[in-house]
């Protein structure tokens, strides 16, 4: 049966961009998987601990050796970690704030690298190779080639160095300029944004729109 792990990250609930990107993505996969299981976490609204110098311990020393803080760390990881490998699809809703990631993602990210649950300790492969990650993500200005603020955007640059590791190889589907109605200054990119906006309900809907109907 197929399993779909669905995270948000935004920290506007139902002003978010990407919160609403993530769900048109989910519904498109539970159209075309019936029968598909769903686990959903909201690293917004419930973000997970950063990794500290109390609990970065645990990725180094084994089980036995380990304190309380850096067991429970190192459970958390295992969750998260088996949480992915239990997946077949990923759908990541992707926020930038100042410019980058929000720090929730990041932490859910740290706890993702950890030898022996998400990376082979020998051949140091990554375990969770093959998973479809689908990331929906919104820049409320413009970061393309030639714009004033062109590179600036490092979440998505980081993401795939971030995740490379494991094995998990994000595709991005993004919604630029999506400040532009709130702005009186950005009115004239209005229709950009748009544009930009239908593009990426566009390849949402065009996802799964060929797969198979089946449990």
Not at 28 to 34: D, F, I, L, M, V
Not at 135 to 149: I, K, M, W
């Amino acid at each position: 049966m197929a399993h779909l792990l669905h995270l948000d990250s935004s920290l506007l609930g139902d002003r978010s961009v990407t919160r609403k990107l993530s769900a048109r993505a989910a519904d498109a996969w539970r159209a075309a998987h019936p029968g598909g299981t769903v686990t959903y976490r909201d690293l917004g609204s419930d973000p997970l601990p950063h990794v500290t110098e109390a609990t970065a311990l645990a990725r180094m020393l084994p089980p036995e050796q380990h304190t309380p803080a850096q067991a429970a760390s190192w459970a958390l990881s295992e969750e998260l970690v088996n949480e992915v490998k239990q997946a077949d699809t990923i759908l990541l809703g992707l926020p930038l704030y100042n410019y980058g990631a929000p720090s929730s993602v990041k932490s859910w990210v740290d706890h993702l690298i950890a030898i022996g649950l998400s990376i082979d300790a020998q051949t140091q492969a990554g375990l969770l190779a093959g998973k479809e990650f689908i990331v929906l993500a919104a820049r409320g200005g413009g970061y393309d080639e030639g714009t004033p603020r062109e590179g600036w955007d490092h979440a998505e640059a980081w993401l795939p160095h971030g995740v490379a590791a494991t094995g998990l190889e994000p595709r991005f589907i993004t919604a630029q300029l999506t400040l532009a109605e709130a702005q009186p200054f950005m009115a004239a990119l209005i229709p950009l944004a748009k544009e930009s906006m239908a593009a990426a309900e566009r390849q949402i809907d065009d996802l799964w729109s060929l797969v198979p109907v089946a449990a």
